[in-house]
T-cell receptor, first 110, second 113 residues
Framework: KNEVEQSPQNLTAQEGEFITINCSYS?????LHWLQQHPGGGIVSLFM???GKKKHGRLIATINIQEKHSSLHITASHPRDSAVYIC????????????FGKGTKLTVNP | KAGVTQTPRYLIKTRGQQVTLSCSPI?????VSWYQQTPGQGLQFLFE???????NKGNFPGRFSGRQFSNSRSEMNVSTLELGDSALYLC????????????FGPGTRLLVL
């Protein structure tokens, strides 16, 4: 079993829909990261969370440490949100290596 | 401020050769991490350097090595290339060694024939 599990693997939505991507992990962590990867490979770090909730524009990330679960929400989705979203966790200690989920491929149709 | 740069962007090698990839972090960043991305395995951690010291190493064979220079620039080397080493190699830099946000470079796409 992978340390980091994401669901769904693939997601297709219509423009304007509310999107939720889930991430579950099995180890104790110091932080959880949400990353966005567009076709061509470039990766952008969206959020780094250790507790609670963060919001940036139309993106919201939440984490429940007790349940070892995080969600990434996209409100009013747009075709430019089409990308692969990757969850990654860092073990306790702050300098532990990042362990990645397999990613969720999101396609938003106009 | 310039972002993370990686050179070369694309590379074709044959089995048995060796390759060196370079990463220049954002100015002022002292931590550099390397990752391998393949369609089958996804993103996997290779190694992390901070102030010229390797702090963490992933589960890769000894053919994969790296180093960091005093100006924080980093190189990774893969010797005796295998077909399975074909991948996108990404480096990321961060300010310190406390698990801060990482900023990724565009990657080097390596094809081994």
């Amino acid at each position: 079993k992978n340390e980091v599990e994401q669901s769904p693997q693939n997601l297709t939505a219509q423009e304007g829909e509310f999107i939720t991507i889930n991430c579950s992990y099995s180890v104790g962590i110091s932080a959880l990261h949400w990353l966005q990867q567009h076709p061509g490979g470039g990766i952008v770090s969206l959020f780094m969370l250790s507790s609670g909730k963060k919001k940036h524009g139309r993106l919201i990330a939440t984490i429940n440490i007790q349940e070892k679960h995080s969600s990434l929400h996209i409100t009013a989705s747009h075709p430019r949100d089409s990308a692969v979203y990757i969850c990654a966790v860092r073990g306790r200690g702050g300098s532990e290596k990042l362990v990645f989920g397999k990613g969720t491929k999101l396609t938003v149709n106009p | 401020k310039a972002g993370v740069t990686q050179t070369p962007r694309y590379l074709i090698k044959t089995r048995g050769q060796q390759v060196t990839l370079s990463c220049s972090p954002i100015s002022g960043h002292r931590s550099v991490s390397w990752y391998q991305q393949t369609p089958g395995q996804g993103l996997q951690f290779l190694f992390e350097y901070f102030s010229e010291t390797q702090r963490n190493k992933g589960n890769f064979p000894g053919r994969f090595s790296g180093r960091q220079f005093s100006n924080s620039r980093s190189e990774m080397n893969v010797s005796t290339l295998e077909l399975g080493d074909s991948a996108l190699y990404l480096c990321a830099s961060s300010l310190g060694d406390r698990g801060e946000t990482q900023y990724f470079g565009p990657g080097t796409r390596l094809l081994v024939l």
